[in-house]
């Protein structure tokens, strides 16, 4: 099983503790790339996949590293609908 299958198995048991490097990592396996749109984004953040031009945005997570429930089951939703898993 590679890296990527074991990211997405993880995102998809919505576990409590998915961080935000695993999500950039598994978007980055998935074509997207992290875009900031400027210096005044703050902690907003988008990934954009260069193939689709599909596009994710969320908050990243502070003052810790790991995401929100409503943000696992955002990106689940936004993966699927482009059929990515």
Excluded: C, W
Aim: aromatic fraction near 10%; avoid cysteine; charged fraction near 30%.
């Amino acid at each position: 099983m590679t890296k990527k299958d074991k990211l997405i198995q993880k995102l998809l048991s919505k576990p409590s503790d998915f961080n935000y490097d695993e999500a950039k990592s598994l978007l980055s396996k998935l074509g997207y790339k992290e875009d900031f749109r400027g210096k005044t984004s703050g902690s907003r953040v988008a990934f954009v996949n260069s193939e689709t031009g599909h596009i994710i945005r969320f908050h990243k997570p502070h003052p810790n590293n790991q995401l929100k429930y409503y943000q696992v089951e955002q990106l689940i939703e936004e993966l699927r609908k482009q059929g990515a898993i």
